[in-house]
């Protein structure tokens, strides 16, 4: 599966962006993706996660500010970023994999995806 992030840029601190990721193939059944980011000298950290069924879960520091979703007629996964904060830059993946609902979490997808998008940057400024 090839994942391609898109949306990333600059945007002002309150500000709003909107991430893209598109698969090659077909993502549902049993399919969990998610939103990952690393900043510079920080550990890559879990954004958000959507399963196949619709549920969702979120790190503490996006929990009210960021939305992920899933379109499978597309193939695509989204992550609506609102209120954006300065701590928010970072170079964002989507990554997913075929994986039991357990696993669909902020906790857990990290270690599981098999698949990863190559990364779009967020800049973040006041």
């Known amino acids: 599966v090839q994942l391609v992030e898109s949306g990333g840029g600059s945007v002002q601190a309150g500000g709003s962006l909107r991430l893209s990721c598109a698969a090659s193939?077909?993502?549902?059944?049993?399919?969990?993706m998610g939103w990952f980011r690393q900043a510079p000298g920080k550990e890559r950290e879990a954004v958000a996660t959507?399963?196949?069924?619709?549920?969702?879960t979120y790190a503490h520091s996006v929990r009210g500010r960021f939305t992920i979703s899933k379109d499978n007629a597309e193939n695509a996964l989204d992550l609506q970023m609102n209120s954006l904060k300065l701590d928010d830059t970072a170079t964002y993946y989507c990554?997913?994999?075929?994986?039991?609902?357990?696993?669909?979490?902020?906790?857990?997808?990290?270690?599981?995806?098999?698949?990863w998008g190559q990364g779009t940057q967020v800049t973040v400024s006041s």
């Open positions: 990554a997913g994999d075929r994986l039991g609902r357990d696993w669909c979490n902020v906790d857990l997808l990290g270690r599981g995806a098999r698949y």
């Open positions: 193939e077909y993502t549902y059944g049993s399919y969990c």
């Open positions: 959507i399963y196949s069924d619709g549920s969702t």
